[in-house]
C-alpha cells in the first residue's frame, strides 16, 4: 500500500528532512520521492510546541510502506520540535479523472422511487 | 382470344375467392410482408451529448488551492452547495473532500478566501454573496 506523506516544516531545516526521511526508512519504508512545494506564509497561524508559526515549508515525501507505521511515524513527527504539521494520506488514484461520462439525466420517476440521505 | 391466353399463362391471377382474404382475427397480423409502413426504433440521433459540469475531466488535488478557492465565499470561506457551483454529485464530494483536506494540512485559509485568488472568473452563479 503506497502512502504519501506530507509535512509542514518550520523554515531552514535541511537537517529535519534529513532527520524525517531516515526514521522513515529506518521502520521500512521506500520512499520513492521527496518534493519540496516550496515555502510560504500559512494560511493561518499555527501555535505548534510552545510557538506561534507563520511561514512554514513544506515537503511531500512520496514512499511505499505498511500501514502499520502510520501511527509510530505520527507519534515520532509529532515530537519532533521541527515538524509544525503531519500528516500520511493514500495515494490517490490518478485513473478517477478520465471516467467522467458527463451527467446523466435522471428521469422524474428514478428520482420518486431513490432514497434521499 | 388474346386476353384468353395472357390469363391461361398467368393462372395465379385468375379471381381469387374472397374467402382467401378475410382471415380469422388471431392471424390477422401474422405473415405480414417484411415492409411495413410502422416506425423503425433507432436511438435518436440528434441527441445532445450529455451535460458536462465545470470539473468534467480535471483532476481535483487538495494541493492546487487555487482551483479549490474558486469554490467558495470571499466572505465567510464557506463552500458553497450543489445549488450553486453547479456540480455532478462526483465532483462536488470530490472538492468538498479536498477543501477540508487542505484546511487541514495547512493550505487554504478556513475562515475567508485568499485574497491572492480574489480575482479569479467566477464559476459558481451567486446571486446573494454572503
Not at chain 1, 521527496?34 to 500559512?42: A, C, D, I, K, W
Amino acid at each position: 500500500i503506497s502512502h504519501f506523506s506530507l509535512s509542514l516544516f518550520q523554515p531552514e531545516t535541511a537537517a529535519a528532512l534529513k532527520r524525517t526521511v531516515e526514521a522513515l526508512m529506518e521502520r521500512g519504508a521506500i520512499v520513492r520521492n521527496l518534493e519540496n512545494l516550496g515555502e510560504r506564509s500559512l494560511p493561518y497561524k499555527i501555535s505548534r510546541h510552545k510557538e506561534r508559526h507563520k511561514r512554514g515549508g513544506y515537503f511531500l515525501i512520496d514512499l511505499e510502506a505498511p500501514p502499520s507505521i502510520v501511527s509510530p511515524m505520527m507519534d515520532h513527527l509529532g515530537r519532533d520540535i521541527d515538524v509544525i504539521r503531519r500528516a500520511f494520506i493514500k495515494h490517490p488514484k490518478v485513473a478517477k479523472a478520465e471516467e467522467c461520462g458527463g451527467i446523466i439525466p435522471v428521469s422524474p420517476e428514478e428520482k420518486l422511487s431513490s432514497k434521499k440521505n | 382470344m388474346a386476353a384468353r391466353a395472357v390469363a391461361a399463362r398467368r393462372p395465379w391471377q385468375r379471381l381469387v375467392p374472397a374467402a382467401l382474404w378475410a382471415r380469422p382475427r388471431r392471424l390477422q397480423h401474422e405473415g405480414q410482408p417484411e415492409r411495413s409502413d410502422q416506425p423503425i426504433h433507432m436511438e435518436n440521433p440528434y441527441e445532445d451529448p450529455p451535460k458536462r459540469c465545470v470539473l468534467c475531466g480535471i483532476n481535483v488535488d487538495y494541493k492546487n488551492v487555487q482551483l479549490l478557492s474558486q469554490f467558495v465565499s470571499p466572505y465567510t470561506g464557506s463552500i458553497y452547495g450543489r445549488h450553486i457551483t453547479g456540480l455532478c454529485n462526483k465532483k462536488q464530494k470530490e472538492i468538498t473532500k479536498a477543501i477540508k483536506r487542505a484546511h487541514v494540512f495547512g493550505f487554504m485559509p478556513i475562515m475567508f478566501k485568499n485574497p491572492q485568488f480574489l480575482t479569479d472568473p467566477k464559476l459558481c452563479n451567486i446571486k446573494h454573496p454572503e
